[in-house]
Structures are given as C-alpha cells and as structure tokens.
C-alpha cells in the first residue's frame, strides 16, 4: 500500500513510476552492488506493489517496454576468473584463465567432445587418407565477429601466426612434426606430415588450431592480442586489465540459437575465499578454482550444482636444472627426501586432492607409469647425506615462485620450513597469476617455480613430450629446462611410433628416467571441481576442460 500510495502521489503515471523503481535496480546492477537474483527479486517485488491494490487498473501497455529490455538486459553469465588473463589471442593462449575466455571467442576445426573423443566443428569433416596427410573441410556458413567469412585462407593465417617464430606462441610445439599447410580451394585445407604423429589429430581442437580472421591478423599485428576476431558465440566487448572480460553475444553464431545469455562476463577474483562468497551471493555464476578448504562448503550450498572429475593434470614444482644448484642431481633428490609431500597435501587439501606418484602422468590417463614409479618417500636422512654429497653441503639461498592459490601457497611455507633442514634458505614469490604465466612462458626465473599443467590432449605424451623434451624450453613448456637425450629420443619414438603396445613402452620407459632425475616435485594430481548456479544447465565437466567452450550450449535451467 505505502509504495503504491506514493507512486500516484508522486506521479500521475504508475507505470513510468514503475520503470523509474526498475531503472533504479539496473543502475545497482550494473555497478556491481546488486546481484542478477536480488535484481530480480526487486523486479518481483516492485511488480507485486504496481498495481493498486482494490483496482484491476494497470498501467497502459507502452509503459511496460522497457520493463522487458531490463530484464533482458540482465541475462547475463558471469565466471570468476583466478587471475587476469595475458591476453585474447589462441596463439597465446595456454594458461587456464586465459582458455576460458579465449574458448568463447575463437574455435578450432574440431572439437573433443566429453570423452575426449574429436568431433567436427569449424570443419564439417576430416579425413587422413595416409600416416602423412589430413585434409579438412571447411563448413561454409560461418562467419566472423567482423563479419568476413571463414575460408581457408584464414586457417592458413591462423596457423601461420603459431608457426612465426617472431609471435613467441607457447603452443607452436604441436606443429613441430608438420611439413606443409596448404589450401587446394576455399573450402579445403591439406596439412602433410614430415612424418607419422600420434599427437597431431588433436591439434585442430586447442587453441594452436583456433582459427582467426587473417584480415584481422594483417590489420593488427601483435595487437591482436587485444582486438580479437573469431567464430565463436561470444564476441570481444572490452578487457579491463585486473577487473574483467566482457564479451556479448555473437548475433551472427553459426549454431542456430546459441548462445543463450546476452552476455558473458569474467571477473578477476584472485583470492579463493571472495569467489566463494561470489558463488554463495551469486556474483558469480561458476568458477574452475575453489580453495581446497573450502570444497565441502560449496558443495552444500544449495544453489550450486557442482561437477567433478579426475583431470588430465598435476601439480608440481619445477627445479632449473641448467643452472646452479639444481643442475646438480644430488640437490634435487636431496630437495625432493626432505619433503614429506603426501603429509603437507593431506593438512592442506581436505576433500579431492590425490596424492601424486613420481611421474607426471596420472594414473587415469593410458600409459601413466603411475603404478609402476610408488611416491618418493620421506626420509630426511637420505635428504642429508644427498645434501653432505652434493655441490652445495652447506647449503644455499633460492626463491620458490607462486601464484595466490591458496593450497600453493600452503605447500610453498611448509617447503619453506622443510628445507631448512637442510640447510636451504627458501624465499616464497608470491606474485598474481597472469605475472606466474609470465614466468611459465619467460621462462625467467632462479630457483623453483610451482607449475600446474594440466594435457593439451588424452594421451601420456601431452603430458611428457612438451614438458620434459629438451627442445621445448621456455617459451614452449618445459619450465625446467630439462634435457635428457634417452629421454628426448624416447619420446621421439612415441611421437612417430603408431603402434599402441610399443608407444606404451617408450612412454612408461621415458617417465622411469625422468622419476630418476627429479627435474621436479610431484605435488599432487588434483581433482577438478566445476561449481555452476543451479539454475544454469548445458555444461557437462570432462578431462580435458580447459579447452571446452562452456558457454555455447548454457541456458537458464
């Protein structure tokens, strides 16, 4: 009564009162002080006072449009990020902040699907006639945001730009084994081996395959980085450096009806514990990131559905072997004894983490060697005589660089006190996620680094060949800088070797080597969690979520 009592006080017209209360709440929303469900709980409540009571009066019809475009304003989806993004070009594209903004905008020829399986997507169909040759075609109803169409020449371009050595792509790896790219027509694109990959199928379906307009390419540059033109459901709208992404809809999608919301929105929420709070609110509408502590509470929470799956990846922390001290063989089996891993992960991570044998590979994945290669024990007397044997007996000051994740950081205080057993004065670099990726493509760092890698594709070797090979050091993903030739030519051999059984065993034999080099520590392989507003549908968690477009098929439940 009181609210519609002073609306015809203060105005002769109900409903422009109305739309005056609505605009209200959409200026609230739009500054980030109130959330899209109390927005639309406003929006109920303003409308169960609009009309008088007593009266079936209502306001005249004119007046109730822009009712409507509020609400349809606020269709919005909003992920929260772990840290900033380096950037919104595929070929740059390799950290998982990145990808889940990068996958919304630009698409690959194919894509896995939730068994990581390949399936179809900017290519219609594919086919390899021979050990050496794949040959794509095109769809010819896609389009870009800028609105030229898809044609070969642009997956040229495309490709072209990962292959420069000038762009510095993290992902130009995956190309190593290809010979020729050529277009035959508009709608056909050959690619020719040097020779036989196990690996190179699943290449069209990460971002080293996303196809950008190559107008766009020749336009901008480096810059593109910051313009970017792709093929997905969402189109770029603006990045605010810290702050957020925003991307609209892409009104000229291929995929008739997709994608559902008006807007996609990636907010930078570095600390563990404010996502959370996001989810609860519902700030947020999903995260890939929770705190480890935190997991049972977000699974309670009413409002939330939440995925999970044993992902293709693990946590480790790298040791720079080419440089001193941990070019020494000694000091890194000395670092690894003095660690009582399995111990620091069980007070740290309550509910999800899996404790991590010494190989890379988990045990989920075909050829892990995780069975075969038990977690190294702890046993600091080991670690002593290592240490009394190695170049540095006395010891020697390192950093250990991280990111703000809150098990990270964990991990990092307690190797902190650990080492200094040994006579190792460990300094923790805590620094934001996107300057950690600086570091991860820089390589440039002494020391120690915590590394998280999760498989580009669903086979052992993406989680060897890019890691451990010595030719793919920084800025490529061999963050610490190993070589070994046995190793190198092991993996070699898996690489062209299309045999399942002998792949297997150069792969199991190549994780044994690497397990006795120590390179790194193994941390853990981590449980992915994927907490989503229940009232949002269409996305379904696999193995290899960091290349997934997740937005495409999202609808409000």
């Not at 292959?163 to 993290?170: E, I, V």
Request: glycine content about 6%; overall charge negative.
């Amino acid at each position: 009564m009181r609210a519609d009592r002073c609306a015809s006080q203060s105005d002769p017209d109900p409903g422009r009162a109305l739309d005056h209360r609505l605009a209200a709440y959409f200026s609230e929303i739009t500054r980030g002080r109130v959330t899209r469900r109390q927005f639309l709980g406003g929006v109920a409540g303003t409308l169960a006072l609009a009309a008088p009571v007593g009266s079936l009066a209502a306001p005249a019809a004119p007046s109730f449009l822009p009712v409507r475009s509020l609400i349809q304003s606020v269709n919005t989806f909003t992920y929260g990020l772990e840290g900033d993004i380096v950037g919104l070009e595929p070929a740059l594209a390799y950290d998982t902040a990145t990808l889940a903004v990068v996958s919304q905008i630009s698409e690959g020829l194919l894509m896995f699907d939730r068994k990581g399986g390949l399936q179809p997507l900017l290519a219609e169909r594919w086919e390899q006639p021979d050990a050496l040759t794949y040959v794509y075609h095109l769809r010819d109803d896609v389009t870009f945001h800028d609105g030229t169409t898809m044609t070969s020449a642009d997956v040229l371009a495309s490709i072209a730009r990962v292959r420069d050595p000038a762009t510095a792509s993290p992902v130009a790896w995956m190309y190593d084994a290809a010979d020729t790219v050529e277009a035959a027509d508009d709608r056909t694109v050959t690619i020719t081996l040097k020779s036989p990959s196990a690996l190179f199928r699943y290449v069209p379906a990460v971002s080293a395959g996303y196809v950008v307009s190559k107008a766009a390419v020749e336009k901008y540059g480096p810059d593109l980085t910051r313009h970017p033109v792709g093929t997905g459901p969402y189109r770029f709208a603006r990045w605010d450096a810290g702050s957020q992404v925003v991307l609209e809809k892409n009104p000229t999608y291929w995929q008739p009806g997709k994608p559902s919301f008006d807007r996609a929105i990636f907010k930078v929420v570095q600390d563990g514990t404010t996502r959370v709070t996001g989810l609860k609110t519902g700030e947020l509408d999903a995260t890939a990131v929770i705190p480890a502590d935190q997991i049972a509470t977000v699974k309670s929470l009413p409002n939330l559905a939440v995925q999970q799956i044993v992902s293709f990846s693990s946590h480790t922390i790298a040791m720079r072997t080419d440089r001193p001290p941990f070019d020494d063989p000694k000091v890194r089996a000395a670092v690894s004894h003095a660690l009582d891993v399995a111990s620091a992960i069980a007070s740290v991570v309550k509910e999800g983490g899996v404790q991590s044998a010494a190989t890379t590979v988990p045990p989920n994945m075909p050829g892990s060697a995780a069975e075969a290669l038990p977690p190294l024990p702890f046993d600091l007397a080991t670690a002593k005589q290592l240490m009394a044997e190695s170049s540095h007996p006395q010891g020697f000051a390192t950093t250990l660089v991280t990111a703000p994740i809150e098990e990270w950081v964990a991990i990092s205080v307690y190797a902190q006190e650990a080492l200094k057993e040994l006579g190792i004065e460990l300094s923790v670099d805590m620094r934001t996620w996107e300057e950690v990726v600086t570091v991860y493509q820089g390589g440039d760092y002494d020391g120690m680094v915590y590394f998280g890698w999760s498989a580009d594709f669903p086979d052992a070797s993406a989680m060897l060949l890019p890691l451990f090979h010595s030719k793919n050091v920084p800025p490529q993903p061999n963050i610490s800088y190993y070589a070994n030739p046995k190793v190198d030519a092991l993996l070699d051999a898996s690489e062209t070797e299309l045999d399942p059984e002998k792949r297997q065993a150069a792969l199991v034999e190549a994780q044994k080597l690497i397990a006795a080099d120590m390179p790194v520590l193994w941390i853990e392989y981590p449980v992915q969690f994927w907490p989503m507003n229940a009232a949002i549908t269409g996305y379904e968690l696999s193995p290899l979520w960091a290349w997934d477009c997740f937005t495409r098929d999202l609808q409000p439940a």
